[in-house]
């Protein structure tokens, strides 16, 4: 091989230009020299020759041999660049690339070629190219979250997800406790009609985790806390007739799963004259889907969506450097946000009904 040769060398080349063997070559990439003794002598005339000659380590042959390639895949399940999502795969991914930087590994975003998003393709996956993998998406094909689970590569999924058979590891965000203390809040507020309204069917895990933490603020038997409804929307068209029965059901509160849904709610009851939080209070669980941004000052929950990607990320970690542990799951804690859409209830919600 000469310099101006367009090949890229291989391990082999980098043995002979350095006058050692293959072996040895292999050892000193892994950082493995436990049973054989390399002098530094040694290693630094091979890691010298690697950098005049350009070597670089094929990472799947490196995962072949049991060494550790120090990269972190990252596999989304639907598209992170589109700009409805930037906003929410962001601060996932920032907070990763943060976590593994200080950790000394790299990240390697997984895509798919057109269609749907495959973790497998023929029969296998590319993820084997990183150590380990960290999952995201918001709707996830379970069946290959399962296969993965079964083949026994490391991952972390980002985002409460139970999955039938063994469990899986995961970080989520600790929705049920924040979404009980915003309840109870307004119950503190003098609340006794505090209803709960989503955009969807409810059936995914973050949803539902919300709504559990809204029936623990409201114990059997307490006699102050009426709860109210729990209402679930086709699309912002019907939050008019939500706010209709709002009023006739004397709700002073509403626990608004989406920003777009509060947002719409806002609108709706400016429209008829009423003030927020004078004539209804309302609170935001943080689900920032499909919003179109406003300048109120929501009271409600942050999603933690960066802490999440750091946490997983270390998470992940451990998994690898301690391969005997148990699949794990972690929760992060909510920041509440104390905003200005949440006040004591009207004093006569009677007179709310004549606009």
Same mark, same amino acid.
């Given at each position: ?18 006058? @050692?063997?293959?072996? /040895? ?13 390399? #002098? ?21 042959? *490196? ?18 660049? =589109?700009?409805?999502? $930037?906003?929410?795969?962001? =601060? ?5 690339? +943060?976590?593994?930087?200080?950790? !000394? ?5 997984? &895509?798919?070629?057109?269609?749907? *998003? ?18 995201? %998406? ?10 993965? *689970? ?5 991952? @972390?999924? @980002? !985002? ?18 924040? &979404?009980?203390?915003? &309840? ?19 059936d995914a895990q973050p949803s539902r985790d919300r709504e559990k933490g809204y029936r623990r603020a409201m114990p059997a ?6 709860? !109210? ?6 699309? $912002?068209?019907?939050?008019? !007739? ?5 009023? +006739?059901?004397?709700?002073? %509160? ?28 309302? $609170?935001?669980? %943080?689900?920032? /889907?499909? /919003?179109?941004?406003?300048?109120? #000052?929501? /009271?409600?929950?942050? @999603? ?12 992940l970690v451990r998994l690898l450097e301690e391969p005997e542990t148990a699949d794990l799951s972690e929760s992060v804690e ?22």
């Amino acid at each position: 091989m000469s310099r101006g040769s367009a090949r890229r060398p291989t391990q082999a080349d980098i043995a002979r230009l350095a006058g @050692v063997s293959q072996a /040895t070559v292999s050892l000193v990439l892994n950082e493995r020299d436990t049973e054989v003794r390399i #002098s530094p002598a040694t290693r630094e005339r091979v890691l010298a020759v690697m950098r005049e000659w350009g070597y670089v380590a094929n990472a799947s042959a *490196r995962s072949l041999a049991g060494g550790s390639n120090k990269i972190i895949g990252v596999h989304t399940f639907e598209p992170v660049f =589109p700009t409805t999502s $930037v906003d929410f795969y962001f =601060p996932f991914l920032l907070g990763m690339e +943060q976590e593994a930087a200080e950790l !000394g590994f790299d990240l390697l975003l997984f &895509t798919s070629v057109g269609g749907e *998003r495959q973790i497998f393709r023929d029969g296998a996956t590319r993820l084997a190219l990183a150590d380990g993998a960290l999952l995201l %998406g918001r709707d996830p094909n379970v069946a290959e979250i399962e296969r993965l *689970r079964d083949s026994g590569f490391p991952f @972390v999924y @980002v !985002g409460h997800r139970e999955v039938s058979g063994a469990p899986i590891s995961y970080v989520a965000a600790d929705y049920a406790s924040a &979404t009980r203390q915003l &309840t109870e809040r307004l119950f503190e507020l003098g609340h006794e009609r505090v209803a709960y309204a989503r955009l969807g069917d409810g059936d995914a895990q973050p949803s539902r985790d919300r709504e559990k933490g809204y029936r623990r603020a409201m114990p059997a038997g307490a006699a102050r806390r009426l709860a !109210g409804p729990v209402w679930g929307l086709e699309s $912002v068209d019907e939050v008019e !007739g939500l706010l209709t029965e709002i009023l +006739q059901g004397r709700v002073t %509160g509403v626990v608004a799963e989406q920003h777009l849904l509060a947002e719409e709610l806002l609108a709706c009851a400016e429209r008829r004259g009423l003030s927020v939080p004078e004539d209804l209070s309302i $609170v935001v669980l %943080g689900d920032s /889907t499909g /919003t179109r941004g406003t300048d109120v #000052s929501w /009271t409600g929950l942050e @999603v933690p969506r960066e802490q999440m990607g750091r946490q997983a990320t270390r998470l992940l970690v451990r998994l690898l450097e301690e391969p005997e542990t148990a699949d794990l799951s972690e929760s992060v804690e909510c920041p509440l946000l104390p905003g200005t859409t949440a006040g004591p209830p009207p004093a006569d919600p009677n007179r709310r009904q004549a606009r």
